[in-house]
């Protein structure tokens, strides 16, 4: 939200004046310490006060910058939840805030993608579907998952707290038929699947899975 320009009294000020007619009977509304000038001072201190209110709400609309509103937006938006808990700082709970409207709008891979950005975590998405991966190699998959095994790569280790909230978000877009793997490393890394099983990499493979 762009936020609203703040002028001063003498701004205000002049602004009245622009609006009383020109010639020398009102030559006085330009002449400081004139009872004009006086008056229309005192009538741009109000307009001030009252603009500068209207500016101040707008910011406190805005989830980037409000301090009065966190509360309302919490509640509006379902914080906290399954995935993101209250932050101990007005600064981390604002960060919340749009965290979780960002998730409201995934639409995309790309989305997801920036997302992850946000964070601090550069991923790469594959798609198993079915049984296969979807390209030409000698190993299939042989856990005979099913449905579609989405496998986000990243470097989640540079901050776990973090990782597991992005991970929760995602878990909860995936649908339910599908399966979902994360790891740091796309050759030896465990993957924890939606399902509670744990599974690994073959090593003679780049996509076969084995089940542990």
């Not at 320009?5 to 205000?12: G, H, L, Q």
């Not at 914080?79 to 995934?106: Q, W």
């Not at 049984?131 to 579609?148: D, R």
């Not at 540079?158 to 399966?179: G, K, M, S």
């Amino acid at each position: 939200m762009i936020p609203l320009k703040r002028f001063s009294i003498t701004e205000y000020t002049n602004f009245l004046s622009a609006f009383l007619p020109q010639g020398r009977l009102w030559v006085a509304k330009n002449v400081e310490e004139t009872k004009l000038r006086s008056l229309l001072i005192g009538f741009a201190g109000e307009s001030k006060r009252v603009c500068d209110l209207f500016a101040t709400y707008l910011e406190q609309l805005d989830p980037n910058t409000t301090d009065d509103f966190v509360e309302e937006w919490e509640s509006a938006l379902g914080i906290p939840d399954n995935c993101i808990p209250i932050a101990d700082t007005i600064e981390e709970r604002r960060d919340n805030i749009i965290l979780k409207l960002t998730s409201l709008t995934l639409q995309t891979e790309q989305d997801l993608i920036d997302l992850a950005a946000k964070l601090g975590f550069t991923i790469t998405i594959t798609h198993i579907n079915g049984s296969f991966p979807p390209h030409t190699v000698p190993h299939p998959v042989v856990v005979g998952l099913g449905g579609m095994t989405t496998v986000i790569n990243g470097n989640f280790s540079d901050n776990p707290e973090l990782a597991e909230i992005f991970q929760c978000l995602v878990r909860e877009l995936i649908p339910v038929t599908d399966n979902i793997a994360f790891t740091t490393d796309p050759i030896t890394a465990l993957y924890q699947l939606d399902n509670g099983a744990l599974y690994q990499l073959d090593d003679d493979s780049l996509y076969g899975l084995t089940i542990l």
